[in-house]
């Protein structure tokens, strides 16, 4: 069965560096996400991604974050200046034609910042 | 913003016992899914429930939309070790693609 896939799977930074998270969603759909589960907490949505621009986003996600689709099977997600608080596991997930199905998830990328 | 509250937290059982899993709202969702994630791991999605009074049945777990879709339980029959797991409840703000989880049923089947 098709999946979303992600890479890496534990990225560890320095605090103020940049990090690029990247995500494979499955071939046929059309709508991608990234949440993020801070440890012990729940699942949060940041951004949705649709006809190559953000149809949707968060509070979380201000101007240190930002997504890109730069080929026709990447999507990545850029979080510059990071900061202690980033660290979390950040989700990719993808949907098929129309925002009412379902959403399909990567195993995540577990991210901390030192 | 929607919350979505997931009852009990915790919830420990004999194998071979029958569970009810709650995830209750005071909004509306158009539509709603459970999910189950293994700790390292994301969401494994195991249902959509969209039209209010809706019942899905899968293998042993069956799961329900209310009718106001602003609630939705997930009952497990004769549960077994492989069941242990964390379920999650997600659902979608209308006109959005945002989904809104909760925090979750963790589950554990003994033997």
């Known amino acids: 069965e098709p999946e979303v896939t992600q890479t890496p799977s534990h990225q560890v930074t320095q605090m103020g560096q940049e990090v690029i998270l990247r995500c494979v969603p499955i071939?046929?759909?059309?709508?991608f996400y990234w949440y993020r589960q801070i440890l012990g907490q729940k699942v949060e949505f940041l951004v949705s991604?649709?006809?190559?621009?953000?149809?949707?986003k968060s509070e979380i996600f201000d101007d240190q974050f930002s997504v890109e689709r730069p080929d026709g099977s990447n999507f990545t997600l850029k979080i510059r200046s990071t900061k202690l608080e980033d660290s979390a596991m950040y989700f990719c997930a993808s949907s098929r034609a129309d925002r009412s199905q379902p959403q399909h998830f990567g195993d995540g990328t577990r991210l901390s910042i030192l | 913003t929607q919350l979505l509250e997931q009852s009990p937290q915790f919830l420990s059982i004999q194998e071979g016992e029958n569970l009810t899993v709650y995830c209750n709202s005071s909004s509306v969702f158009s539509s709603l899914q459970w999910y189950r994630q293994e700790p390292g791991e994301g969401p494994v999605l195991l249902v959509t429930?969209?039209?209010?009074?809706e019942v899905k049945k899968l293998k042993r777990l069956t799961f329900q939309f209310g009718d106001a879709r602003k609630d939705s339980s997930l009952h497990i029959t004769a549960a077994q070790p492989g069941d242990t797991g964390l379920y999650l409840c997600a659902g979608l703000e209308g006109g959005s693609e945002k989904l809104v989880f909760g925090k979750g049923t963790k589950l554990t089947v003994n033997p």
């Open positions: 429930v969209v039209t209010g009074g």
């Open positions: 991604f649709y006809n190559n621009e953000i149809s949707e």
């Open positions: 071939s046929n759909h059309l709508y």
